[in-house]
């Protein structure tokens, strides 16, 4: 594989922030051995979407996965073309001397399966008829993205990961992977995640599925033969989910009960700013994501429970596990609230595993982990800082 | 006026619990003289649908108003029939003996303006054209249903009520009445209240708005002309809203991750419990409630701001009540929190006005205030068997 290019800066006619990877350029990897999946189908053969930022070292110990959560995708860091008006979702914790250092470190991230980004998703075609899955493509759980990741780091030529490092729905697959391939990796950096959902978080999820659900354009998720899109089903999902990624206090501080036209004008119309910025953000997410991934999504995280093979005690799931812990949790997060990761912390202490536990105070809410409160990003890259990553790292 | 006459229970095939207000029977109220709006429209003429327990004394100083909730009306005790599996909606609340007591007071309960359970609302005839109101009707704002109560409260031949008593919505029309009718009410009881939405409850109804609006069968609020309903919009609006009705613990203990058929289907139909208790509140509630109500509703509540024209002073709101108050929260309450509790009690000590608070320690939730919780409920007895209802009371 050849590795995405830092660009001469200077023949750019704007310039990229200096701490920033620079333009990237994804690849996309082919795997045709059929890929079994805990549904009890597989995938005959399917396509991963990556990027990679720094270089891998020459004993190949200094590679970190970064792993996404329900709407992220590969493009974690860096820009695509100059004219970018953003960067990756994650660039603020991974660039030259950030928390994930790309001068130490060689980072991966991937399009999980079942994503809408590039990797074989709803979108891509079926094989088997040449259709597009749509509905058909099979609910995709934690463990089968992590096996499929697996195989992605063997591609690689990747023996073990420095760390495997996610939030949220991401910090799930990084408990995974330390159950499933606990030589494989030796540091799991867990952010603002939980051991599974409450049953408050299957509720939202679940109002989120029966917005799309019952969307006329759903068609039973074969809207691409009827050439719509569930757009009201999957808006409706994406600002109910807004709310649950900001606290109380977030939105407060954000919005506060300001009217957009500064008096009420007693109808139905945008009459709050908060309301104004859901439905944007509702609006925009529909023309960059599919509904059938956003289904897939919300099971991965309602099945996720890796203590319920371990007669539900989390400390024997995390028996075997190799890697040191790094937990994170936010203080205002009431998706995944603090005590959700002190279980995470309690069952790893009871397991006699290796844990750091930080709690960031911050008034973001869920969406906390994805923004550089300095408290966190020098705790975050203090803990990275210690990873060895040998000789040439 | 006739007061609903308690059955002879001896009578009857069955029996009714002896706490029970017994079987009721609404009563409609037809009010000509024109109501302005604060939308600065008018409603020309409406009926007002009550029911009343208890027996007014001879001089008239023992009513109490009961204030309704968003989907709330004026069956709040005892039965219809003597089928009924259910009796009102606070039947735990009121009854001879219990914390409203109707051996000592009259209660009236009314279905407010923009209901759709017998009052003029969304679904009556427009006096105007003959057509049904449907979108037309106006928005109505907490201070006009207090208008329409005071207005009420004359044609029953009272001067003065008791006590006027609500929770949540409720709570906020107790607030308005203390504020625009000092002189009419000697108690107020505020129960699971806020002195205005937060951008996160704003947030929530602003979701619940848009399914609503947005399914195909709205038809801009015109549904009853097409003969059809906005049932997915109302479904999803009340699936919300139950999951802001109950806290994450309480819906940890009622159902856990249990799941419906003992394991994952991977498929989309209903798994976890959860799931299917949502889906069957959002059902059942489109064959009881209107959608153009649920919207004035949570247009009322997002008003409500009494503060707003005192220089978003609280305590200058409240400067020229009179009524004692009655002030009460629900530990586990999030979508009013016990500090939104807490504002409004630090505002009336502000102003120097007498106020008790109690904040109960409930797992419920929001819901809390419909639960007949035995230290709630005794709290709330006591402070009712102060209030003085004269020698005839």
Redesign the interface.
């Known amino acids: 594989m050849t590795l995405p290019k830092r660009s001469d800066e200077s023949a750019m006619p704007e310039t990229l922030p200096a701490d920033s990877v620079g333009l990237v350029t994804p690849q996309t990897l082919s795997f045709d051995e059929p890929l079994s999946l ?3 189908r597989a995938l005959p053969r399917y396509e991963l979407i990556i990027e990679t930022y720094g270089q891998l070292n020459a004993d190949r110990s200094n590679a970190v996965l970064i792993c996404h959560a329900l709407s992220g995708d590969h493009h974690a860091a860096g820009y695509h073309r100059m004219s970018d008006r953003k960067p990756g979702w994650w660039d603020s914790a991974i660039g030259p001397g950030k928390a994930v250092d790309t001068e130490r470190f060689f980072v991966v991230c991937l399009n999980n399966l079942g994503g809408c980004k590039g990797s074989t998703g709803p979108t891509s075609l079926n094989p088997e008829n040449g259709r597009v899955y749509g509905p058909d493509f ?2 995709i759980t934690v463990r089968d993205w992590v096996k499929a990741q697996e195989r992605l780091m063997r591609r690689l030529g990747i023996d073990q990961w420095a760390a495997v490092i996610g939030g949220s729905l991401g910090g799930m697959q990084v408990m995974q992977w330390a159950i499933d391939f606990p030589d494989n990796l030796r540091h799991a950096v867990v952010i603002a995640a939980a051991p ?5 978080n ?3 999820n ?2 989120a ?3 799309i ?4 354009d759903f068609h039973d998720g074969r809207y691409h033969e009827h050439e719509v899109v569930p757009r ?1 089903g999957l ?2 999902a994406r ?2 989910g ?2 649950t990624y ?1 606290s ?1 206090d977030a ?2 501080a ?4 300001e009217l957009r036209a500064g008096k ?1 004008n ?3 119309d945008v ?5 104004s910025y ?2 944007y953000q ?1 609006t925009s997410f529909v023309d960059r994501f599919d509904a059938n991934t956003y ?1 897939l999504m919300t ?1 991965a995280l ?2 996720f ?1 890796p203590a319920a093979e371990f007669d539900h005690d989390l400390s024997r799931a995390f028996e075997k596990t190799r890697a040191g812990f790094l937990v994170v949790s936010f203080s205002s997060d ?1 998706r995944f609230s603090p005590e959700r990761s002190r279980e995470i912390v309690k069952a790893l202490m009871d397991a006699r595993r290796t844990v750091t536990y930080v709690d960031v105070d911050a008034h973001h809410g869920h969406d906390a982990f994805l923004v550089p409160i300095p408290y966190y990003m020098n705790a975050f890259a203090a803990y990275m800082r210690r990873i060895d990553t040998g000789g040439a790292g």
């Open positions: 805990d549904c009890g099979p609910i599974k959902l409450s049953a408050q299957i509720a939202f679940e109002v599925r029966q917005a659900l019952s969307d006329p009201r808006m409706l600002m109910l807004h709310i900001l109380d939105m407060r954000k919005f506060g009960r009420i007693f109808g139905f009459e709050f700013q908060v309301e859901l439905r509702g289904l099971k309602d099945y429970d009431w």
